[in-house]
């Protein structure tokens, strides 16, 4: 269940490289307890809007408002401190370091001047428990686990630092299908536990499993956003070839998008 006020609100976000206009008007809202998907093809503009919600770019023009209160980011950490975390494809894991330490890394527990050890362990296992992953034990090096619970770890990451809002990029493109299943399972779990939740997909069908709204850009505008509940696949797909659900007419069985 959505809330009322928007945890995360973009108004007329634009960004330019030089001469290049990369993003322009680009305006959209997120609430605590959905999943947004953003789509769009190759080049409409979804990494660089990424890059500015946290904090690797910044804008141009408009702004950015996090529970109300204007923002601006210079660096990532800003908006880490805004409660924004990003999960990147490359998962930015240490695979020689077991799962906890991942979970804790550059925040660890201490007691007095040494690293906390054995709450950092008690800790992995109780967020894990309530994420519901299963994996061998949180003291397995990361460099063993399969590809999904590495990604699972990612996800349980960004909850160690306390963020409530969450961008996802891409994060089943290199899993098969069931442990595809089980990180889509876990975005609908943040979900219902009231984070907001930004998911940066090519995959139709699994928006379709997962997200409660659909953000498409196009030639870095906003081409549409859609209640996924009152769209189709059909419409999704005219508006990120075409921009415009009218334009023309397009197959729903178009491949790669």
């Known amino acids: 269940m959505t809330s009322t006020a928007p945890v995360l609100t973009a108004d007329g976000v634009g960004k330019l490289f030089g001469h290049v206009r990369a993003l ?14 953003v789509v769009g093809d190759n080049g409409a503009g979804k990494s660089t ?57 550059g925040r660890e527990f201490r007691r007095g001047p040494f690293v906390d050890r054995r709450r950092i362990y008690r800790e992995a296992e109780r967020i894990l428990a309530g994420l519901t992953i299963q994996l061998p034990s949180v003291r397995v090096p990361v460099y063993l686990l399969s590809g999904g619970q590495r990604q ?5 990451r960004v909850l160690t630092g306390g963020a409530d809002i969450v961008i996802m990029d891409e994060p089943t493109a290199a ?47 906003v081409a549409g956003i859609r209640r996924r509940a009152d769209s189709t696949v059909e419409e999704i797909v005219k508006l990120i070839v075409y921009g415009d659900p009218d334009d023309a007419s397009v197959s729903t069985e178009l491949e790669g998008i």
């Open 24 to 37: 322009q008007d680009v305006s959209f809202d997120l609430h605590a307890g959905e999943v947004l998907a």
């Open 49 to 105: 809007l990424i890059k500015i919600l946290s904090g690797v770019y910044d804008l141009t023009e408009g702004q950015l408002q996090v529970r109300d209160q204007p923002v601006a980011f210079g660096k990532p950490a800003d908006a880490a401190a805004a409660g924004i975390a990003t999960v990147y494809q490359d998962l930015a894991l240490v695979d020689t370091r077991d799962v906890a330490q991942n979970l804790f890394l």
């Open 152 to 156: 699972a770890v990612a996800i349980a």
């Open 175 to 221: 899993l098969g299908v069931q442990e595809s299943e089980r990180v889509l399972r876990l975005v609908r779990d943040l979900r219902d536990a009231g984070k907001a939740v930004i998911l940066i997909s090519h995959n139709l069908q699994q928006v379709w499993q997962t997200a409660d709204r659909i953000l498409v850009m196009h030639l870095g505008r």
